[in-house]
Every structure is written in C-alpha cells, then in structure tokens.
C-alpha cells in the first residue's frame, strides 16, 4: 500500500502491477545477479544451514537482500526487481499467491533442490530460467559443504 502498488495474477492471464504488464528479470549471469531471501526465526528452523546457504550464494552473486516479507519478496521476482529468491519452511499464505506471479511473468518456481514446488511444504526456489538452475546448484552446494562439515565433526567427536 505505502509504494501504491497492486500485484495481480491469473492463471494463463499474466503478472501485472497496477495494470501493467511484468516479467521476470532478463539476467543470466550469477554475478550480475540480486536475490532475495529470508532467514529463520530464532528458535525455528536450521540456522547453521542457512548460513551455508548464505556464503555460498553471496560469493557468487551481486548480493542478497532481506525484505521480510515472502510475499512481498516473490513479487520482486516477477516484477523484475529480483532475480531470484530462496527460503524454507514459509507457510501456504506466504507462496500462494506469489508462485503464481513467478510463473505467470514467465519465471520458475521450484522446491529448493530443483523438484516440484509444493506450497504445503514450504521450500521455494525461483527466478528466470538460468537463475533459478544456477540458484538451486548453488544451494545444492550448500548442502554438500554443511553435510561434509557435519560429517569431520562426527569423526573428531568421534576419536
């Protein structure tokens, strides 16, 4: 309300703000790229994952912004604003009318390993083509150093 701006979707019917027509962000490259993100509440969530996460996206990226809003975060990503954005664990009326947005102004909408996106579930991954696959390998990454980091401290906790 404070920007004035009414995002609306339907189905087959395309992404608009106010009337006008949007799309997603044209960029290809990771390093020209600005994503969006949220991190988890204190108390919920996985942290030290997301910090994984967090490294392994901004050493690739232009940069990543924290709005505090998902759904405010995902109409970025179809307006353009954004060239991607990730969280896990958001809640049905976070991603609902959002992921419709994305993928009306011709984005991707993915759970956070690249499969299909369930809003029950939570994860989201999304952004244009080339984005969002080199979004959901960074974050894939991610996941392999948090395991592996895991993995060297069970066996010196081990010894």
Aim: glycine share 16%.
């Amino acid at each position: 309300p404070e920007q004035a701006e009414l995002f609306v979707a339907e189905a087959g019917g395309g992404a608009f703000v106010n009337a006008r027509r949007i799309r997603v962000s044209a960029r290809t490259r990771l390093p020209e790229a600005l994503f969006g993100t949220g991190a988890p509440f204190l108390g919920h969530g996985d942290h030290a994952g997301y910090l994984y996460e967090i490294r392994q996206v901004m050493a690739e990226s232009a940069g990543i912004r924290r709005m505090g809003a998902a759904s405010l975060d995902l109409a970025y990503v179809a307006a353009g604003r954004f060239d991607g954005f990730w969280e896990r664990a958001l809640k049905p009326w976070d991603l609902a009318a959002g992921s419709i947005l994305i993928r009306e102004a011709g984005g991707f909408v993915t759970d956070i390993r690249g499969g299909k996106f369930d809003h029950i579930v939570g994860d989201i991954a999304c952004g244009n083509e080339p984005i969002h696959k080199a979004l959901v390998g960074l974050l894939g990454e991610a996941t392999k150093k948090r395991a592996a980091a895991r993995a060297g401290e069970a066996a010196a906790g081990g010894q």
